[in-house]
């Protein structure tokens, strides 16, 4: 970990006030202008892509590009920068970068972009950063998601500054005092030269650090050198989510100016267009000032949220008809069904093929074949979808809860027909957001009512359009067929299933040894839009593969646990991971009549994670009493908020596996709210212990999601160890009525 | 014309008395630490007291509040701005992720520990179920009220 080889710039300025700066430029002749006034004021500025602000009285502000959705991040790259730059925790803030290209990563566009398609050898390397430097730049990639925040803008961007200014700190001081900057000490923001007696802080020397010529590839600490990475660190941000003083996009207050609230709704059935509205018993309603039907959706503006939300009621609309009214869930399930049938065993796209599966099957001691399902499912943040805006002479601004702020100014600035430079995003805090706020239909609608009205606005959905108009977890079916021989190892593995949401899912079960493998792909269409989901494929498909696995090891007569060990004598980090958690959850310990443990095993977002979930039968439904769960990330930046993760993705892998399902009739979602679309709450939280495994002290895995794919395959496992029942579709809740 | 006091202050209020407490806080007075999340009192982020007792302000009316009490979360500290012992038990146990419903989680924490100051496991169940946390910090949230208690 202390070299880097990435190319990147890296550079330097100085502010007003004689502040250093420091960033990554990715994009060398990077138009710098623009960032004046955003991160800091004044003339003389040389603002790169800013990372890092050391001012003179001593205020270190790392300055995150990444949304705060509760994941921790702001935390994780601001502690990484601060070990890097040896400066004092406690003189550590953090600020929200400001919505503009120049903070594009193009790690993070690489990650999401060559997971796709692309397969590039090394040597392809230099143009290939350039190569991603435009594509991020067209596709505005400023993403917070696919858990990779800590390991593409901590790792490539945070460290790298912060080791950088910490040598122009040194470099500053050695001219200053006319010693070697070897035998400089830098320690809590302080410089000390030990044999002349001198010392002064970061901030005594910013100024002069600035005119330091910048180290292109300063070394970065290893492992042994950490002193704030790596420790559980209390999240800064948290303060002031227990006092309400925390702002969300739903708080957005523009100074000086009054909002009126607009209330929304879309049609029912996606694709369907507003035909025509009655707006009769509406419009004289208290507080209404305007109903607009805006051909997609519907909207009322009124002087306060409830009462644009009561109008709203009232207004009748028209829909046009769709081909996507005939659908509900039953004739989905067919049309998927039919894309199967049609694949058979070796049609579709081939995802992967290995041996001969075919013949292996043929010729197995023991076959066994079993299809799962699983629905659609919704986000239902917290917080529901919103978005503040104002459009006026010519150009727009919005306040909002975003994971892709470049991506909503690129969607506004279009649907408003303006430049985007046109176009302002202001983020704040994203309560909860699990992939919902990777869309940005919400930013479009505030700023095309905006734009209608010429006032500021808030738009917020009510929690019913939040369930009705998300971008799902598509709903699914995966057939397997597996073939043993006598001894009940694993020799053939067939796989095919209908959708595709990701580019690396959890389908791929090469960590195990099965030698004929071949796993296909069938798509189904479908008019309801999907999105990605906490997890995204690995949400789906973690419970397919080790749900199979498992049926498998049953198959054999053999211990699930074991079974799986075996299957791992070419993947020891897997093997290490499943075998931590038996032993935390103390597997093949007797258990109550009415009790089981299950276990599960997948790697998603580069992180390894094992659970184990016991269940106990209670009034002749599953209770899930207690999951253990331990993770492999390589090394784990932050171990407490790493553990609040894994605990989040559980919970999450709960409420999805137990609950969650989308239905459709006549094109439209059933479900509206938390009545009907419910939610694991207190009484069924189970307890849950985490530990992880810093394997190799080096790769960096993400957090955010990989606690989540394996919990409803681990619950399902241990309802069939407790009741021997095989659940084969989710949500659970259904088979226990 | 409403008359009620919030955090102590008194407002007159010139609103439809219909309105729910939720927006009268939230538009009519700025204060958003209460928060809008399901509209049907099914998911607590709204919950604040009024006279003391947990309610869910998106369904409360304004009229019901004429002449009583209401407290949100930005009346838990004190006058001096230390933080009430859940709040600070919140903070210790790093129990919010995205802590948009942590300002109702708390206000149904306050009132349990004041009826029944060592709750058991069952009572917190009881008590606090009525609050969804999307990110599931059920178990710190349940440890952060045992360390206040």
Sequence with gaps: ????????????????????????????????????????????????????????????TAIVPHCEMGQGAHTALAQMLADELDADWAKVSVMQAPADGSYVVPDAAREFVAAWSIDAPRWLEPTYNGLFTQISKLGDVLVTGGSS???????????????????????????????????????????????????????????????????????????????????????LDIPAKVDGSAHFGIDAQIPGQRLRYVAVKAPPVPGAKVEAINSAAAKDMPG?????????????????????????????????????????????????AKALDAAGSAGGA??????????????????????????FVAHAAMEPINCTAWVHDGKCEIWTSTQVPLMAR????????????????????????????????????????????????????????DIRQDFYRPADISRFSGGLDGKGTPVSWNNVFTQLNGPDGSWDVAHYDIPNRSIRHAEADMHLRFGSLRAVDHSQQGFFVESFIDELAHAAGQDPFDYRRKLLSKSPRHKAVLEKVAKMAGWGTPLPEGSGRGIALVKSFGTIVAEVAEVKMQDGRP????????????????????????????????????????TLKDGGVEQSNFHDYRMVRMDEAPEIAVEFINADGKTLGGAGEPGLPPLAPAVVNAIFAATGKRIRELPIAQHFT | MIQTTVNGKLQKLDVDPATPILWVLREQLGMTGTKFGCGV??????????????????STPISEADGRQI???????????????????????????????????????????????????????????????????????????KAAA
Excluded at chain 1, 181 to 187: K, L, M, R
Excluded at chain 1, 307 to 318: D, G, I, K
Aim: glycine residues 10%; proline residues 4%; charged residues 20%.
């Design chain 1, 1 to 60: 970990m202390n070299t880097w080889s990435r190319r990147g710039f890296i550079g330097a300025g100085v502010l007003t006030g004689g502040a250093l700066v420091i960033g990554v430029a990715v994009r060398p002749g990077n138009p710098v202008e623009k960032l004046r006034g955003k991160v800091a004021t004044g003339d003389g500025e040389q603002l790169v892509n800013a990372w890092v602000k050391i001012d003179q009285n001593n205020a270190v």
């Design chain 1, 149 to 235: 925040s800590v390991r593409t803008t901590g790792q490539h961007s945070m460290r790298i500054a912060g080791a950088a200014a910490r040598q122009m700190l040194i470099a500053a001081a050695a001219a200053r005092w006319a010693v070697p900057a070897s035998e400089i000490v830098a320690e809590n923001s302080t410089l000390r030269h030990a044999a002349s007696n001198k010392r002064g802080t970061y901030g005594e020397f910013a100024e002069a650090a600035a005119r330091e010529p910048m180290p292109q590839t300063p070394p970065l600490k290893d492992v042994s050198q950490f002193k704030l990475m790596g420790k559980g660190l209390q999240r």
């Design chain 1, 288 to 336: 209404v000032l305007k109903i607009l039907n805006m051909g997609d959706f519907v909207a009322v503006v009124a002087e306060g949220y409830w009462q644009a939300e009561q109008a709203l009621t009232m207004v009748e609309p028209r829909y046009s008809r769709t081909e996507g009214d005939k659908v509900d869930s039953a004739t989905l399930s067919a049309r998927f």
């Design chain 1, 350 to 375: 081939s995802l992967a093929d290995e041996g001969d599966f075919a013949n292996a099957f043929a010729k197995a001691s023991k076959k066994v074949t079993a299809e799962y399902k699983v629905p």
């Design chain 1, 410 to 465: 690129s969607a506004v600035a279009k649907a408003l027909d303006m430049s985007a430079d046109d176009v302002t995003v202001n983020q704040l805090y994203l309560g909860g957001a699990f992939g919902r706020r990777l869309e940005s239909d919400y930013p479009v609608q505030a700023a095309r009512v905006a734009k209608e009205i010429g006032y500021p606005i808030k738009m917020i959905w009510s929690r019913e359009e």
């Design chain 1, 623 to 662: 209770k899930v009493v207690k999951v253990w769960c331990c993770a492999d990330a390589g090394y784990v930046m932050n171990p407490d908020g790493f553990a609040a993760q894994m605990e989040g993705g559980i919970i999450y892998g709960l409420t999805t596996a137990l609950y969650s399902g989308i």
């Design chain 2, 41 to 58: 009192a099914q998911c607590g982020a709204c919950t604040a007291h009024l006279d003391g007792q947990p309610i869910r302000s998106c």
């Design chain 2, 71 to 145: 407290t949100t979360i930005e009346g838990l500290a004190d006058p001096e701005g230390k933080l009430h012992p859940l709040q600070q038990a919140w903070i210790d146990a790093q129990v919010p992720q995205c802590g948009y419903c942590q300002s109702g989680q708390l206000m149904s924490a306050v009132a349990l520990l004041r009826d029944s100051p060592n709750p058991s496991d069952a009572e917190i169940d009881a008590a606090m179920s009525g609050n969804i946390c999307r990110c599931g910090a059920y178990g710190r949230i349940r440890k952060a009220i």
